[in-house]
């Protein structure tokens, strides 16, 4: 049987992009079936956001001011996305390994943030003999998910020392 599915939209105006680290107004669009929600679309900043509101003017919605419920969604999206970063690896080009920075660097682990200041990307990279590995990535915005990163990096590769480089 054919049912109509009720959609909300609401708008955060202040949350962490991830991929841009800028804080910027965050948008979700969603349906709730069988007391599950579900995810149809999500964005950061006006252009994203727009398209969302389009989609929203051509079928029947509710808005969502609920400001937690908001959290919510932005909470489990930047959980999946935290979990698919640590388990994503990716092996660099070979040519890599004879550029700069690479070419002059010994073999090991490294570090490597983006920027000094929080929030900022973090990925945990093995610098092999004849390539380099990209083992893990992470969003981190403050010291201690930057050290709960490091901490899980070396439980997980057995590591007594790595090295921390800012990118």
């Not at 680290?21 to 006006?46: K, P, Q």
């Not at 929203?56 to 932005?74: E, G, K, M, R, V």
């Not at 999946?80 to 640590?86: K, S």
């Amino acid at each position: 049987m054919y049912s109509l599915k009720i959609y909300y939209f609401g708008i955060h105006p202040r949350l962490l992009d991830p991929v841009s680290l800028e804080f910027l107004s965050f948008a979700a669009l969603w349906y709730e079936e069988n007391s599950r929600r579900y995810i149809v679309g999500y964005g950061f900043g006006e252009e994203p956001i727009h398209k969302l509101k389009q989609f929203c003017a051509s079928t029947a919605h509710y808005t969502c001011n609920d400001q937690h419920t908001l959290l919510d969604i932005y909470s489990s999206l930047r959980a999946a996305q935290h979990e698919q970063d640590w388990n994503t690896r990716k092996k660099l080009s070979l040519l890599s390994v004879f550029r700069a920075p690479w070419s002059g660097m010994d073999t090991g682990w490294y570090i490597i943030r983006s920027r000094a200041s929080y929030p900022c990307h973090l990925s945990v990279v093995q610098r092999r003999k004849y390539s380099i590995w990209l083992e893990h990535a992470s969003v981190c915005e403050n010291e201690a998910e930057l050290a709960a990163c490091i901490n899980k990096a070396k439980e997980a590769h057995c590591l007594a020392y790595i090295k921390l480089t800012n990118g």
